[in-house]
């Protein structure tokens, strides 16, 4: 076993040296990443292996918060004894720069989608979790080996080398954000009272495929995270002649006939092309209309007056006012009768499941008239129940209440 193998030596011997902005750093020291300049990592003396052994290597950086929790990890991974003697004792020592990153970084971004320190850094300054991190530095062998029946298992990892950390102050409560994809901006602080994690930005909404008198049919999309919480904001810019309230009182008309037309998919009372030309807009994609998930209200079967009822109330915030649309959703369940566009007959209301939450505001971007700022969140996994839309909105009126619209 390697365990009885490796000795004690390396917590005297073996270990890491890191120097940043050129001068030594030791175990626990803090800095302030605005201050950092260069940032290098080397080791030296690292456990002698046993010949031959079979396992793999993990050099590991961790950013981890004041609660323990990790915040994002790069590792670099060594497999097969060859290649991890050939690392652990080069015939000349190697120094891994992560700042400034001229070249390539050696590590892999493991749960997080950037590759570099300095990236994953520049990410973390608009997380309030990482207003102080510690970076946590190891290198450690996993053994291979086999049980009774010959399966392959992985021994508990032994640390070659001692671990080393040291602390950075990262994200800066005070500070102003500005998110120019909407427009916003919003103090740090503000959004740390509210579990704010990130922002995740995919370039555009590519859901949305013919929205109309938009001259941006894939709009700028944005995704705010928090804990447990990720609301996404589409802002749908229209090059058009109408008014903005205009606009905004077209988008909710047709908010609404797509929620009519998909509550009605099994039913045989609408036009079949219009099924397909409301549903094809991809405005369900803010509702979640998706197999056949619907607004029970909007069901003519069940509601005589469904064509008449709406997604919408106004609210009024502090800077902002706009419409908000607050629902469960159902399962639509259509009886085995004569096909349909999404369906075989008229759905059984008592066959029905409550399978997620969506809520959704829609604002007049204060910034740009021409604009709608629609956000969006949609519960589809784990537990439902009935308050769980009203409780989103709440939370959805607190994130747009600390957003700032002025210039």
Do not use: H
Not at 239 to 255: D, G, P, V
């Amino acid at each position: 076993m390697l365990l009885a193998i490796i000795s004690c030596s390396f917590r005297i011997n073996a270990q890491f040296n890191v120097t940043l902005n050129g001068k030594k750093v030791t175990v626990g020291e803090k800095f302030n990443y605005a201050d950092l300049k260069t940032l290098n990592i080397s080791f030296s003396n690292p456990e002698k292996l046993p010949p031959n052994i079979k396992g793999d290597l993990n050099f590991d950086i961790r950013i981890i918060d004041k609660n323990q929790k990790l915040l994002s990890r790069l590792t670099k991974s060594i497999n097969g004894f060859a290649a991890v003697s050939v690392f652990l004792y080069p015939k000349t020592s190697k120094e891994y720069v992560l700042m400034p990153n001229k070249t390539p970084f050696d590590f892999e971004a493991n749960s997080s989608p950037y590759g570099q320190f300095i990236d994953v850094c520049n990410q973390l300054k608009i997380n309030p979790n990482a207003d102080q991190v510690t970076i946590d530095i190891s290198l450690q062998f996993f053994q291979l080996n086999y049980d009774s029946n010959g399966n392959q298992y992985y021994e508990k990892p032994i640390d070659v080398v001692e671990k080393f950390n040291f602390t950075l102050n990262i994200a800066d409560l005070k500070s102003t954000i500005t998110c120019n994809s909407i427009n916003a901006k919003f103090k740090l602080s503000d959004m740390a009272n509210i579990g704010f994690v990130n922002i995740d930005s995919s370039g555009k909404w590519n859901k949305i495929k013919n929205f109309p008198e938009s001259g941006n049919n894939s709009p700028t999309d944005i995704s705010f995270i928090f804990e447990g919480t990720r609301i996404q904001i589409a802002n749908l810019i229209y090059s058009n002649t109408k008014t903005s309230t205009e606009n905004l009182a077209e988008f909710k008309t047709l908010c609404d006939r797509t929620s009519y037309t998909q509550a009605n998919l099994c039913n045989r009372n609408l036009d079949e092309k219009e099924l397909l030309k409301l549903v094809d807009i991809g405005l369900a994609s803010f509702f979640n209309f998706y197999n056949n998930s619907i607004v029970e209200k909007f069901d003519k079967k069940n509601n005589k007056n469904a064509e008449s009822e709406t997604l919408w109330e106004s609210f009024k915030l502090n800077n902002v006012s706009g419409f908000k649309a607050v629902n469960t959703l159902k399962t639509n369940i259509c009886s085995p009768r004569k096909p349909l566009y999404g369906g075989y007959g008229p759905a059984d209301p008592s066959a029905r499941k409550l399978n997620g939450s969506s809520v959704v505001y829609v604002i007049i971007n204060p910034l740009n008239p021409k604009s709608l700022l629609v956000f969006s969140y949609i519960q589809t996994e784990g537990d439902f129940n009935e308050n769980l839309a009203k409780e989103k909105s709440i939370f959805m009126e607190k994130f747009i209440s600390v957003l700032n619209f002025s210039k």
